[in-house]
């Protein structure tokens, strides 16, 4: 069963496993040596926001070809340490398509 991700008991090291977040925003943006795209995308829960980061290029096209603003999706991935800030590294991604 899936349960939302609550980032006040996130750390460096966490794995998230069948996790929702909202996501808040997100842009699709290059790599720095220009030949492949990421998502560079902000999850929102009761107040709080983390960022995440999407690398696997099929889950980047999930996020091109569909609009997910505003959509609460469920993930798979971890917690990692990004210039002293927290992110989560998606790994997996389910949304409706309704």
Excluded: R
Aim: glycine share 8%.
């Amino acid at each position: 069963m899936s349960t939302v991700v609550d980032f006040n008991t996130l750390s460096e090291g966490s794995l998230i496993s069948d996790g929702l977040i909202y996501v808040s925003s997100y842009k699709i943006a290059p790599y720095s040596n220009g030949t492949k795209t990421y998502v560079n995308g902000m999850a929102s829960h009761q107040g709080k926001f983390m960022p995440f980061k999407i690398w696997d290029a099929s889950l980047v096209s999930t996020f091109e070809d569909n609009d997910l603003t505003g959509h609460v999706v469920k993930i798979a991935g971890s917690v990692k340490s990004y210039k002293d800030a927290l992110e989560i590294n998606v790994q997996s991604v389910v949304y409706d398509k309704a």
